[in-house]
Structure formats: structure tokens, C-alpha cells
Nanobody, 125 residues
Framework: QVQLAESGGGSVQAGGSLRLACNTSSTTPQSNYMGWFRQAPGKEREGVAVIYRGGGGLSYVKTVENRFTISRGSAQNTVYLRMDALKPEDTGVYYC??????????????????WGQGTQVSVSS
């Protein structure tokens, strides 16, 4: 069982920055793909960014391209999401995701095997 622990959410004004972190207990193929989904109130959960072990296989949802950056720590058991130029529409609960399967492009929450508990990101205008 892979456990995911998120940190780094919070409240910022539009244009600000936040960095989310997700640490996993696993360094096995169960966490080959790690990334982030988010869910705004009243909306479906959507994929945001995904990265493969070793740093390849980067994918972003179009609405965050050139503003968000996903990366993995050198030990490959931590994934980060640097969020710059935040907009009110980025508000939501951000969930860390891990899987042996690729869940990005097309985004597929069904391919995610493990979820974090979620961390709130709130962006005010």
C-alpha cells in the first residue's frame, strides 16, 4: 500500500505563488507516475500535472501550462507542484496521485491507484 502525504496548500491573492509537496512511502513501480489532480466546488476532479520516475513524461492540463511546474525530488519519492501566477479559477482541493500506470493525456483518474487526502488552495481576486 502506497501512502501519500501532501503539504503546502494555503490562501493567496491572484498573481501569487504556492508550492505543494507530496511525499510517498514508496519507491516501487507503484509510484512510477506521480502527479496532481484538483477539484473545485461543484466540479469534477481534473488532472493538473503528471511526471514519470526520473523526471520524464511531463504533462500539464492546458490551463496551467507555463504557470505550474511539476518536479520530483532526487530520491524520487517526493513530487512538487510549483504554482505561479495563480488565478481565482485555480482554487480547489489538490490531490496527490500515484500509479504504476500513466494517468495523464488523456487524463484518467481511473488509472490512479493511490490518492492523497487533499490540500486546499484558495486564490482570491
Amino acid at each position: 500500500q502506497v501512502q501519500l502525504a501532501e503539504s503546502g496548500g494555503g490562501s493567496v491573492q491572484a498573481g501569487g505563488s504556492l508550492r505543494l509537496a507530496c511525499n510517498t512511502s514508496s519507491t516501487t513501480p507503484q509510484s512510477n507516475y506521480m502527479g496532481w489532480f484538483r477539484q473545485a466546488p461543484g466540479k469534477e476532479r481534473e488532472g493538473v500535472a503528471v511526471i514519470y520516475r526520473g523526471g520524464g513524461g511531463l504533462s500539464y492540463v492546458k490551463t496551467v501550462e507555463n504557470r505550474f511546474t511539476i518536479s520530483r525530488g532526487s530520491a524520487q519519492n517526493t513530487v512538487y507542484l510549483r504554482m505561479d501566477a495563480l488565478k481565482p479559477e485555480d482554487t480547489g482541493v489538490y490531490y496527490c496521485a500515484a500509479s504504476p500506470l500513466n494517468f495523464g493525456l488523456p487524463w484518467s483518474s481511473g488509472n490512479v491507484r493511490f490518492w492523497g487526502q487533499g490540500t486546499q488552495v484558495s486564490v482570491s481576486s
